[in-house]
């Protein structure tokens, strides 16, 4: 198979869809990788590490778009590289597809089959692709947090940990799933005041059991997360539900009554955030300011610290890949069910039930579009 690398276009989004070491290993199955030339450069990953591990390189993402029966990428597809796609290309990479109807629409009208890294699960009901931007994102927010608390990023000037004889800052994690417990385990290594809420009772029990009185839990409810966002200097969105819309939880009343100079970071914005005053923001340009709370809702986070986060990805994404590569398309979604949760878009037709219920659009079952 002929596999295209493009250059990721998204502002200040450095990562790549695949490290030198990935491309030896599609190479050695016998495959062809064309990789943008520069692609990787400014993580360190430069052209001759790819050429080395037998990667073509091209000079313009039009090469690649109109060549390569697969595009392998990590953000969504920007408007340009969605008028690029052709009938039948098989597009892997975040979609993020529930919160988005333009991108859809265009997917749906390149005729395009596309596989989304954040719906693919695992045998434990885990998101396998998900989970290592998420564990990176997770950790960032209580680094971006801090920041945006510092007088001069707006913040009300607090230190996250405190020092003797003053309190810490007081740390709410809404969601207790990857995002969440990394983000808790980072803000209690600062030595912050952390409670993490959620509405899975076993997963409550299980982060008492791991962290004792150091983390408190809390059952996710209207009132109990109303109580602890007004008491917070820091409040980290961590609430996922697979392929969908983020469901808003923070309203902008609960805001009024929080402390000015308080921070809201919202990991959720890629599927459209989880309070109601989220707009989606950029590493350029971070934070805004709605009823005196600093908001950050940088939407591609763990691209801040891309070449962690490349190898990450990649380490993930790299045995799906050879299977496409290896089997098609077709019949690796037929022998993989997991694999086959990722496809969302197929031949013009949307096929993963949470962007069909979010955007209005009929749903074709994922079986019968491979079948």
Do not use: W
């Not at 502002?11 to 692609?39: C, F, K, W």
């Not at 001759?48 to 390189?57: I, M, T």
């Not at 966002?229 to 469901?247: F, M, R, W, Y």
């Not at 986060?309 to 496409?324: D, G, K, Q, R």
């Amino acid at each position: 198979m002929l596999i295209g690398i493009p250059k990721e276009i998204k502002n200040n989004e450095y990562r790549i869809g695949m490290t030198p070491a990935g491309v030896r290993e599609l190479v050695s199955h016998g495959h062809h990788v064309m990789v943008q030339r520069d692609g990787g450069t400014a993580i360190g990953l430069l052209n001759d590490h790819y050429e080395a591990a037998g990667a073509s390189l091209v000079d313009t993402p039009e090469e690649i778009f109109a060549t390569a029966e697969m595009i392998i990428k990590v953000k969504e597809p920007q408007p340009e590289e969605c008028k690029m796609l052709r009938p039948g290309q098989l597009l892997f990479t975040y979609l993020h597809l529930a919160p988005d109807p333009e991108q859809t629409r265009l997917l749906l009208e390149s005729d395009c089959v596309a596989i989304a890294y954040e719906t693919v699960t695992d045998a434990q009901g885990g998101l396998p692709l998900l989970a290592p931007m998420s564990e990176v994102a997770g950790r960032m927010s209580v680094q971006a947090g801090a920041h945006a608390l510092e007088k001069a990023q707006g913040g009300m000037g607090i230190l996250l940990g405190g020092v003797p004889g003053v309190a810490p800052a007081k740390v709410t994690v809404i969601g207790g799933g990857v995002v969440g417990i990394n983000a808790a385990r980072m803000a209690m290594g600062l030595g912050a005041d952390v409670t993490i809420l959620d509405r899975s009772l076993p997963r409550l029990k299980a982060l008492d059991e791991q962290y004792g009185p150091q983390l408190k839990t809390l059952y996710s409810s209207v009132e109990s997360i109303e109580h602890e966002v007004t008491q917070s200097d820091l409040v980290i969105g961590a609430v996922l539900i697979p392929g969908a819309a983020a469901p808003k939880l923070v309203t902008r009343e609960m805001l009024k009554k929080m402390k000015n100079g308080s921070v809201l970071v919202d990991v959720a914005i890629d599927q459209g955030g989880c309070f109601e005053t989220s707009r989606a923001t950029t590493h350029q340009d971070p934070t805004y300011e709605v009823e005196g709370i600093i908001h950050y809702c940088v939407a591609n986070m763990p691209g801040g610290v891309a070449r962690t986060s490349t190898f990450a990805l990649t380490n993930a994404t790299l045995p799906f890949a050879l299977a496409l590569a290896n089997k098609g398309y077709q019949q690796a979604l037929i022998d993989d069910p997991h694999l086959r949760n990722g496809l969302n878009v197929h031949r013009g037709k949307v096929t993963y039930q949470a962007v069909a219920t979010a955007l209005g659009y009929d749903c074709l079952a994922p079986e019968q579009a491979v079948g």
